[in-house]
């Protein structure tokens, strides 16, 4: 579609700048008027703007999250005011300055002057709106209370961006750890130890065990290196494939990621915040219960729990109430459990829900830290280990070597 660039006038004389998507020179000029601007010049971008990389950029490129947080608070903010749907979309696709979603804001405006929702029109798009995103907004327009849903959305997006960035910090150490000992390991192994091993051989030394093993090492390297990595690669890749674009792949990764000593607490409390969260929005919203589970089966964010969610839903479906059929699932701690049954018998689920949601948040930051605590040691103790491996093995046939000369 070509693209236009603009400078128009608002009501109170300011000029503004700035591009647009429309199929013809007329449409362009109508989205100006249509957004209570007074078009100044417009005229088409050159085709440098249309290239590959502009393509890549509008339809590709993935979107960050805080640009979607931006993108939403404006959306929320209009809609709160009572700003029409199709006016408050060509606001944003005017003042959007990420790509992607500068083309999406027009193309939804579009599909809701065709008579789509909200819902159904960002439901086409699941790249860069997920399907709890399309599913909230959906409860919203049902229920008649769009702004306070996209209010709570907000909510979660920012809290969830900011959950994953205290766990990427978290992490970011003990990677680097990770990656300069294995430089340090390929170092010695590839280049440190075979001219050792060079020189050891010709003084006839017996070697002892942990050199043997860096010699053997260092061989097998050397032999056998590219055919290593190539098997390397290609294994990561069909890892990749299995694990993370199947559903059984998927399913044994997130059970393995659960399962782990340190991450699996933090990833299951974020879990449990994240249900409990998006549960107390639908249910203040209106949704009942078995829809409510089959978007979070959508929308947990990690298959082995969303696994369990259709164990529930199933139990639901056959009458039972909400606390037992999660009382069933190895991942729902009883507190959770006693809190969602506290609500049921009080009528006060959603209440209950959003107290479940703000202790998980609690016991995130406070596992985080843990974590980060435990870590530390960890690391050095693997640091200490693998350096004394190396030095022993280094060092032993040298002291051999002294003792020969010595009584020389």
């Not at 766990?167 to 150490?173: C, E, L």
Request: with cysteine; net charge neutral.
């Amino acid at each position: 579609m070509p693209v236009f660039s603009y400078r128009a006038s608002d009501y109170a004389g300011k000029m503004r700048n700035g591009t647009l998507t429309a199929g013809t020179l007329e449409e362009a000029l109508n989205r100006i008027v249509d957004s209570n601007l007074v078009p100044v010049d417009l005229k088409p971008v050159g085709e440098a703007t249309g290239s590959v990389f502009s393509r890549l950029q509008t339809h590709y490129m993935p979107v960050p999250v805080s640009d979607l947080i931006v993108f939403t608070k404006q959306l929320v903010t209009m809609v709160r005011v009572g700003i029409p749907m199709t006016q408050a979309f060509a606001i944003l696709r005017d003042q959007t300055e990420q790509p992607r979603l500068r083309r999406l804001a027009g193309v939804i405006r579009e599909d809701i002057e065709g008579g789509s929702s909200l819902s159904v029109a960002a439901g086409k798009h699941p790249k860069v709106f997920s399907p709890l995103f399309c599913s909230l907004i959906e409860a919203g327009e049902t229920s008649g209370t769009l702004p306070e849903v996209l209010d709570r959305l907000l909510y979660l997006i920012e809290h969830e961006a900011q959950i994953k960035a205290d766990i990427k910090t978290a992490i970011r150490y003990p990677i680097m750890v990770v990656i300069a000992l294995a430089v340090a390991f390929l170092i010695m192994v590839g280049f440190v130890i075979p001219r050792f091993a060079g020189f050891f051989s010709q003084q006839g030394l017996n070697l002892p065990l942990p050199t043997r093993i860096c010699i053997t090492m260092s061989e097998i390297l050397l032999g056998y290196g590219i055919w290593i990595a190539l098997g390397m690669i290609v294994g990561g890749l069909l890892s990749h494939r299995y694990f993370n674009r199947t559903d059984p792949g998927r399913l044994i990764r997130d059970r393995a990621m659960l399962a782990m000593p340190l991450i699996g607490s933090v990833l299951v409390k974020a879990a449990m915040s994240r249900f409990a969260s998006i549960f107390a929005i639908l249910q203040s919203s209106g949704v009942l219960v078995l829809e409510s589970m089959r978007i979070l089966t959508q929308s947990v964010g990690n298959a082995a729990i969303s696994a369990e969610f259709i164990k529930v839903r199933e139990l639901l479906e056959e009458g039972h109430g909400i606390a037992g059929p999660l009382s069933s699932s190895k991942y729902f701690p009883p507190m959770l459990i006693n809190m969602v049954k506290i609500g049921e018998e009080s009528g006060r689920l959603d209440e209950m829900l959003r107290h479940v949601s703000q202790h998980y948040d609690v016991e995130i930051s406070y596992t985080i830290k843990k974590m980060t605590d435990a870590i530390g040691p960890i690391l050095i103790v693997s640091l200490t280990v693998v350096v004394g491996f190396f030095a022993l093995a280094i060092y032993m046939p040298m002291w051999e070597l002294t003792q020969m000369v010595g009584k020389k």
